[in-house]
């Protein structure tokens, strides 16, 4: 018999009604609301502003500081999802998390301010700091592990959770995904002209590149027999997991979905299942030109005529891009889509690009029938990622 | 399910351009950007010799999984003490996707034509999760083989070309692969047997 893999817990920090939870985020989302504004960078100051999709931390009743922003916005959202699953108690719980810059804000204070020989800062400019920090605090004695795979970090967390479960290392993982807006982003995406002035428009012919934003996400994976023997609530299954490399440029997709296709192909293999079963593609949609060309001659390429039947949306069209929560933010769409029978749109959708052909769910969420849901993601390196989550 | 280890690297920087002299002609023509970059290549195209696996690859049959300690922090420094000393024009284009721990792993698969998975860990102490996950990934027929390794600050002290950093790699198999293409057998390591998804 498999040792299959389910979802129990859920958590979610966005800039979308950041620290109401998870149902209020997913009933925002599915309005179509916009959580993008002009900001200036987080701390250098410079007389220029970026559309970006940040968290306002105003809302709470302390001050957090910048630099320990980034550790507030896990521990968020991992007690989140911890409490969601009920799941204290558990003594070999892992933890698996992706960040592309870790706690970047930490270490740009200490270099803005010369500080760096300060004790401590080694270790918390650390990427791995995150996942040691929160094991000790949590007391999450499993498998414990930190992936930096670009854009694709948060699919890759747990995707390898759910192997670490399978393989049988443990019957908990908590994966999740966590990054922060930075100038040492902002300026560097800026560099390479990807960064849009505009609103971002996944898919659409007048779309002219990303918008950065920030958040953290958790999900808590179990194995199916010791969820269902504590009688957990269960989200969904995971049904497969694929990482793959385009092995062609470093900041830029395959141009015809390489990559991508093959990840695809790969995971609907591992899940066992027909090309017609899938209700819902949620897509990477940067909202750069290459990537949602490369996304949408993937999507063809693997589901021939079948793809124009399949509603795909960008939920960063809402969010931005997270970096390394994009991943788990974007899982949690998926099995938010397959609880709620909803499919969040593609908002500033208005003209059409012929290239990009398919069904982009324009601007308004659907009530649609969805059992099986895939999430896909890539980043610079040419990395991959695609996972696919089936009712429960 | 035996998984053994049929290939192993290890260089520092000081050796990093003589070994890629060794086989620049069997790889794509990549831009060598930095000294990481340089050093990585030269141990996975080390550890591919090593195995007496052909390259370019070509395939997706071959899945590479690198951690990397602190090393990766001294591009984040250069990058953005660039920025302070030089405001907005000190950006560097070129420099800035280095700061990504997993473009050393890009950077191998595109020299290579490596295909299949690839996965980068940050980790602060040993490579123990990175060999471990690389040989459940095998074990798991999630991939054929794997090539685990890390790249670790060996000397903060010392110059790049000095041997800064350290490399070390291996080329993990099924036994029973190995065996059939004669492959050399350095070590057994213990994977569970378990069905994929």
Known sequence: ?392 | MSIVVTGISKLTNAEAERIINKFITGIKPIRIVNALEQLTIAAVGSVLDNAGVAFPVGTSSIGIYIEIDDAIEDIKDEYFNNILNEGTMGVSPLLFPYTSPNALAAQVSIAFDIRGESITMPINHSCSNVIEYAAECVAGKYISSAIAGRIILNDRSSAVEGGKYVAEFFLLEKLDIAVKRGAKIYRHLKAETHENF
């Open chain 1, 1 to 392: 018999m498999k040792n299959n893999v389910v979802i129990t817990g859920m958590g979610i920090v966005s800039p979308l009604r950041p620290f109401k939870g998870i149902d209020i985020f997913w009933d925002a989302l599915c309005l179509g609301e916009d959580s993008i504004k002009r900001m200036n960078l987080p701390l250098m100051n410079i007389d220029r502003q970026w559309p970006m999709a940040g968290i306002d931390m105003s809302i709470l009743a302390d001050d957090i500081n910048m630099e320990d922003k980034f550790h507030f916005l896990s521990e968020f959202a991992l007690n989140m999802a911890m409490t969601d699953a009920g799941i204290n108690g558990y003594r070999n719980i892992g933890l698996s998390i992706g960040t592309v810059l870790g706690n970047i804000l930490f270490k740009e204070k200490k270099l803005m301010d010369g500080t760096r020989d300060k004790k401590g800062y080694e270790g918390r400019c650390s990427l791995s700091f995150i996942s040691s920090y929160l094991a000790d605090k949590y007391n999450l004695k499993g498998p414990n592990i930190v992936v930096s795979t670009a854009c694709s970090s948060g699919t890759d967390a747990i995707g390898i959770a759910a192997r670490k479960i399978v393989s049988g290392k443990t019957d908990v993982m908590i994966a999740g995904g966590v990054d922060v807006l930075s100038d040492f982003a902002i300026l560097g995406f800026d560099s390479l002209q990807a960064l849009t002035e505009d609103k971002i428009r996944p898919f659409e012919k007048n779309r002219t590149g990303l918008v950065l934003g920030e958040g953290a996400a958790f999900v808590v994976l179990e194995s199916g027999s010791h969820a269902v023997r504590r009688g957990a609530r269960i989200y969904g299954n995971v049904l497969g997991y694929t990482s793959r490399a385009d092995a062609n440029h470093l900041t830029g997709p395959h141009r015809e979905g390489r990559g991508l296709t093959d990840a695809i192909n790969q995971t609907i293999s591992e899940a066992n299942i027909s090309l017609c079963d899938v209700n819902y593609i949620n897509a990477h949609g940067t909202g750069t030109t290459y990537n949602d060309l490369m996304e949408t001659k993937a999507i063809k390429r693997v589901f021939g005529k079948t793809a124009y039947e399949i509603p795909v949306s960008s939920t960063k069209s809402m969010l931005g891009h997270s970096f390394g929560a994009a991943g788990v933010t974007e899982a949690i769409c998926c099995l938010l889509s397959i609880k709620n029978n909803r499919i969040p749109p593609t908002i500033n959708y208005s003209v059409r690009d012929p290239e990009c052909d398919l069904d982009y769910v324009p601007n308004v969420s659907r009530q649609h029938d969805v059992k099986i849901a895939i999430s896909l993601s890539a980043g610079f390196g040419g990395q991959n990622s695609v996972i696919i989550f089936g009712e429960a």
